[in-house]
């Protein structure tokens, strides 16, 4: 076995509410990603999908817990001590027209990271290295002079991809990065997406809503629920033999692209529950179990 990319542990995330209530929004989750792997997460909106990705790449603190990249401890580290890593791990977000400045030509906000870094000296280097970007990800060379609003929503996502590539990362998390975009642009920047992990053996930390997109590119699947991962394992595990009832709702309230495959539908009913806890109390923490071999399960 080789050393996952990326180890996660114990982490955890209160958020605490002036009036003494506290938000469990990440609690005590373990998580690990192999180099070349996407290992998907899903759950219902507020479940801490988004939490859990900021924390792994430090847009914020966690209260506890670890996070290991490459085998190095990046928990805690300053944002001086964070610089060699950094480049290792990249975000791409749902709204590439909120990551992209709209006075910068996209070739400018593409060509930042290297400059920041110190990867690429300004001149024709530089523009060398960022029309190789643009061509790799679909783009022509000539689209780098425009900007952002120039753009159709998949080719700006497109631009995100290339600006996250730029620091040649390992790790790509990816939060709802594609659940703006119609379904056949969304179906070309997934492609896109699974041959650059190809090419360049990225590992990809893959956060939606959409089962149909998870079905497609996840190698594994984590299933979230207030905080805690409730059921782990390969795709087609969660998928053929979904174990907690939480899963079985969640697969089933999902819209199957085959319609002999589609069951009777189970919706998941009710609002949508709260991790928000009164001073002093908190949620208990679930316990896993191996029902097959990679495939966790919290006990009911
Ligand atoms: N800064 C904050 N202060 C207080 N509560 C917060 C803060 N950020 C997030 N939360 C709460 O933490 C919980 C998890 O939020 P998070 O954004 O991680 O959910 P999510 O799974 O990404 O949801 P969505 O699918 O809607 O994006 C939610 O209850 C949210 O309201
Ligand atoms: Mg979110």
Request: contains cysteine; hydrophobic residues 40%.
């Amino acid at each position: 076995m080789t050393t996952p990319l990326l180890e996660v542990h114990d982490l955890q995330k209160v958020f605490p509410i002036a009036d003494g209530s506290k938000v469990h929004a990440v609690e005590h989750v373990d998580i690990e990603i192999q180099h070349s792997e996407t290992l998907a997460v899903v759950g219902e909106s507020g479940c801490g999908k988004s939490t859990l990705a900021q924390l792994i790449c430090k847009l914020l603190e966690a209260d506890g817990g670890s996070v290991k990249l490459d085998n190095q401890e990046i928990r805690g580290l300053s944002t001086s001590q964070m610089r060699p890593h950094r480049a290792k791990m990249q975000m791409i977000f749902q709204d590439p027209f909120a990551s992209l400045d709209p006075r910068r030509s996209v070739g400018y906000s593409v060509s930042e990271p290297l400059i920041i870094h110190g990867l690429a000296k300004r001149g024709s280097e530089l523009r060398d290295r960022v029309a190789r970007l643009f061509e790799r990800v679909g783009l022509m060379a000539s689209h780098m002079e425009q900007f952002p609003h120039q753009f159709s929503g998949g080719q700006r996502q497109r631009v995100c991809i290339a600006r996250a590539l730029a620091l040649q990362p390992k790790l790509v998390i990816a939060d709802e990065s594609v659940s703006a975009l119609d379904v056949s642009v969304q179906a070309q920047v997934i492609n896109l997406m699974m041959e650059l992990q190809r090419d360049m053996g990225l590992s990809y930390l893959f956060i939606t809503h959409d089962l149909a997109v998870v079905e497609r590119m996840a190698h594994r699947v984590a299933v979230m629920y207030l905080g805690q991962i409730v059921e782990i394992g390969k795709r087609a595990q969660v998928f053929e033999n979904p174990t907690h009832s939480y899963t079985k709702k969640l697969l089933s309230a999902a819209p199957i692209a085959d319609p002999r495959q589609r069951k009777e539908r189970l919706l998941l009913t009710g609002e949508i529950p709260s991790p928000r806890w009164p001073a002093g109390e908190g949620p208990v923490r679930v316990e896993h179990v191996e029902v097959e071999p990679g495939h966790f399960v919290a006990k009911e």
